[in-house]
T-cell receptor, first 113, second 114 residues
Framework: AQSVSQHNHHVILSEAASLELGCNYSYGGTVNLFWYVQYPGQHLQLLLKYFSGDPLVKGIKGFEAEFIKSKFSFNLRKPSVQWSDTAEYFCAVTGTSWGKLQFGAGTQVVVTP | DTEVTQTPKHLVMGMTNKKSLKCEQHMGHRAMYWYKQKAKKPPELMFVYSYEKLSINESVPSRFSPECPNSSLLNLHLHALQPEDSALYLC?????????????FGPGTRLTVT
């Protein structure tokens, strides 16, 4: 069965620390990968996406992610977090079925001042 | 304008009520979506409309009835809901038939069924 798993459900770190959130997927065939963020009280918004080409993708707000096909992974990174990065982060995948965006369980990230 | 708007922001309804949620976008997207999100959980797809036609129904109970009256509007009609239907209902839009297309999400309607 197709699935998306995020390794950490809850991460707490201090400002200026580096962040890495893991995401693994189980899909047959071509995949398109996304990281969405949901800030407290705000709507889901796209951080970055990968569908082809350079496996290292850069997104908004200093985030980047690396697609490693052999590991079925799409991990999100940020070298130095800020308090404003406190949010819920979702990895999501579409396969060949257009429209079916499947989300991972999410990771709650809390950045302390 | 990259905004998806949803009304109302909050809704409290009894199990015998009939109510509707509304979603609107003016980005020219011809695909629109309804998701359900329970607390501390990821969004779960409910329905997808493409060119105003229902293309995906994820086995949602009939007490939820979607409607897409035109390319900018999406409604979700609610009737005889159960308390477990209390959740955040999210609307999204995108270009259809683009597998790698980004979905733009609205802020959601927080529904409480009493």
């Amino acid at each position: 069965a197709q699935s998306v798993s995020q390794h950490n459900h809850h991460v707490i770190l201090s400002e200026a620390a580096s962040l890495e959130l893991g995401c693994n997927y189980s899909y047959g065939g071509t995949v398109n990968l996304f990281w969405y963020v949901q800030y407290p009280g705000q709507h889901l918004q796209l951080l970055l996406k990968y569908f082809s080409g350079d496996p290292l993708v850069k997104g908004i707000k200093g985030f980047e992610a690396e697609f490693i096909k052999s590991k079925f992974s799409f991990n999100l990174r940020k070298p130095s977090v800020q308090w404003s990065d406190t949010a819920e982060y979702f990895c999501a995948v579409t396969g060949t079925s257009w429209g079916k965006l499947q989300f991972g369980a999410g990771t709650q990230v809390v950045v302390t001042p | 304008d990259t905004e998806v708007t949803q009304t109302p922001k909050h809704l409290v309804m009894g199990m015998t009520n009939k109510k509707s949620l509304k979603c609107e976008q003016h980005m020219g997207h011809r695909a629109m979506y309804w998701y359900k999100q329970k607390a501390k959980k990821p969004p779960e797809l409910m329905f997808v409309y493409s060119y105003e036609k229902l293309s995906i129904n994820e086995s949602v109970p009939s007490r939820f009835s979607p409607e897409c009256p035109n390319s900018s509007l999406l409604n979700l009609h609610l009737h005889a809901l159960q308390p477990e239907d209390s959740a955040l209902y999210l609307c999204a839009s995108s270009h259809p038939w683009v597998v790698a297309g980004e979905q733009y999400f609205g802020p959601g309607t927080r529904l409480t069924v009493t």
